[in-house]
């Protein structure tokens, strides 16, 4: 069974920086794909960021691009989100998830098409 948790979240001024982490364990990272997701109170959950199987396609949301980058280390079973240039609205639940379908290498920002998913990491950005 395939486990994730997130850490790192936590309150930042707007403008700030936080890196958050995933480690993955239960199976080999290569196998699958990994996506970043979040949820703020009221909103539905929206796709961030993800990246193929072994560390193939990037996907970023327009709201984030330029601002947050994804980063993958399969010897480690980890994949990292730094996000930069922090705004008031991206604050949510951060919550990375997994899954190994798919074409190998691609990934899509659809929740729905992830099997796995941590407990999530609360990040809050605000003076």
């Known amino acids: 069974q395939l486990q994730l948790v997130e850490s790192g979240g936590g309150l930042v001024q707007p403008g700030g920086s936080l890196r958050l982490s995933c480690v993955i364990s239960?199976?080999?990272?290569?196998?699958?794909?990994i996506g970043w997701f979040r949820q703020a109170p009221g909103r539905e959950r929206e796709g961030v960021l993800c990246?193929?199987?072994?560390?193939?396609?990037?996907i970023s949301a327009d709201s984030v691009k330029d601002r947050f980058t994804i980063y993958r280390d399969n010897a480690k079973n980890t994949v990292d989100l730094q996000m930069m240039s922090l705004e008031p609205e991206d604050t949510a639940v951060y919550y990375c998830?997994?899954?190994?379908?798919?074409?190998?290498?691609?990934?899509?920002?659809?929740?729905?098409?992830?099997?796995?998913w941590g407990q999530g990491t609360q990040v809050t950005v605000s003076s």
């Open positions: 998830a997994a899954d190994s379908g798919g074409p190998f290498g691609q990934c899509i920002l659809a929740d729905w098409t992830y099997e796995y």
């Open positions: 239960g199976s080999t990272l290569d196998y699958y794909r």
């Open positions: 990246i193929g199987h072994g560390g193939g396609t990037i």
